[in-house]
Antibody, heavy 114, light 112 residues
Framework: EVQLQQSGPELVKPGASVKISCKAS????????MHWVKQSHVKSLEWIGR????????SYNQNFKDKASLTVDKSSSTAYMELHSLTSEDSAVYYC???????WGQGTTLTVSS | DAVMTQTPLSLPVSLGDQASISCRSS???????????LNWYLQKPGQSPQLLIY???NRFSGVLDRFSGSGSGTDFTLKISRVEAEDLGVYFC?????????FGGGTKLEIK
């Protein structure tokens, strides 16, 4: 069974960075791109970018290219997304999503507040 | 970017009715390989979106045949026949033809 298990909710201060994880199981991790998606009340759903776990190659939505950094650890089948210079506009639920947008993680709630 | 416009925003239905949701793209979603990458999702309260339909009209594993997708080019429709209480939630379309991939704004299916 394909599962994407994300890290827990985060409360961080403005200006800080945060790293969210997504541990994959039930399939060949390096065989499928991993996407990241933002869901906020303001802009609903937005695609942030994707990473090829096999070679680490990334592709970003231009709106997030300076905000997000995607990495993977093949040894633990885990994908990561780091968000930088956080503001209140980054408060949202973030999802990792497998290649065909078929399987989604449970979401990680990020709250940016002082 | 391909802008995805979903209508209606809210769809009140009676249980047992048919529901129809539209998704229109600002660009054709037919890829140079001839495939059209348009998916439909249902997001129930407090849950992640769940895939219903991929590539316009293909039901994902375990999805009931009450759900059907159709369309081509820029205009797509999701139909739900004999709506049940478990179908309630927000429906989204997603295009995966053009980068950046983009979502519709969502349609909330609720009881009339």
């Amino acid at each position: 069974e394909v599962q994407l298990q994300q890290s827990g909710p985060e409360l961080v201060k403005p200006g800080a960075s945060v790293k969210i994880s997504c541990k994959a199981s039930g399939y060949s991790f390096t065989g499928y791109y991993m996407h990241w998606v933002k869901q906020s009340h303001v802009k609903s759903l937005e695609w942030i970018g994707r990473i090829n776990p096999y070679n680490g190659a990334t592709s970003y939505n231009q709106n997030f290219k300076d905000k997000a950094s995607l990495t993977v650890d093949k040894s633990s089948s885990t994908a990561y997304m780091e968000l930088h210079s956080l503001t209140s506009e980054d408060s949202a639920v973030y999802y990792c999503v497998r290649y065909d947008f078929d399987y989604w993680g449970q979401g990680t709630t990020l709250t940016v507040s002082s | 970017d391909a802008v995805m416009t979903q209508t209606p925003l809210s769809l009140p239905v009676s249980l047992g009715d048919q529901a129809s949701i539209s998704c229109r793209s600002s660009q054709s979603l037919e890829n140079s390989n001839g495939n059209t990458y348009l998916n439909w999702y249902l997001q129930k309260p407090g849950q992640s979106p769940q895939l219903l339909i991929y590539r316009v009209s293909n039901r994902f594993s375990g999805v009931l045949d009450r759900f059907s997708g159709s369309g081509s080019g820029t205009d797509f429709t999701l139909k739900i026949s004999r709506v049940e209480a478990e179908d309630l939630g927000v429906y989204f379309c997603l295009q995966v033809t053009h980068v950046p991939y983009t979502f519709g704004g969502g349609t909330k299916l609720e009881i009339k």
